[in-house]
């Protein structure tokens, strides 16, 4: 089993910056693989950040350039640095962990591969 809660998230203008965190407790294994997720209504749950343990990252072309994830293994800590804010980046985001049947990479996975899950934070970008 493993618990994630997420903090951070709100509202900004085109152009600025936000930064969420996921704070993660349980099962150690079920950290190996770790990814934020965003969602619109309408839309289904797209892979934005995917990060191993090791630290190794990949981002959708969305994204790509302007966000930055990374983790904090001992506390243990996920986050998702958006600087270069877009319109189109307003949706929820959700932290999720344990992915363990494919490579954890963007490409590889989508929603149903991920076990677990964040309760979601808002962000909404202001053009």
């Known amino acids: 089993q493993a618990h994630l809660v997420e903090s951070g998230g709100g509202s900004v203008e085109a152009g600025g910056s936000l930064r969420l965190s996921c704070a993660a407790s349980?099962?150690?294994?079920?950290?190996?693989?770790m990814a934020w997720f965003r969602q619109v209504p309408g839309k289904e749950r797209e892979a934005v950040a995917v990060?191993?343990?090791?630290?190794?990252?990949s981002y959708a072309d969305s994204v790509k350039g302007r966000f930055t994830t990374s983790r904090d293994n001992a506390t243990p800590t996920l986050f998702l640095q958006m600087d270069s804010l877009k319109p189109e980046d307003t949706a929820m985001y959700y932290c999720?962990?344990?992915?363990?049947?494919?490579?954890?990479?963007?490409?590889?996975?989508?929603?149903?591969?991920?076990?677990?899950w964040g309760q979601g934070a808002q962000v909404t970008v202001s053009s």
């Open positions: 999720a962990s344990d992915a363990p049947y494919r490579p954890c990479r963007v490409g590889f996975l989508d929603g149903t591969d991920f076990h677990y």
């Open positions: 349980g099962n150690s294994q079920s950290r190996d693989c």
């Open positions: 990060i191993r343990y090791d630290g190794d990252t």
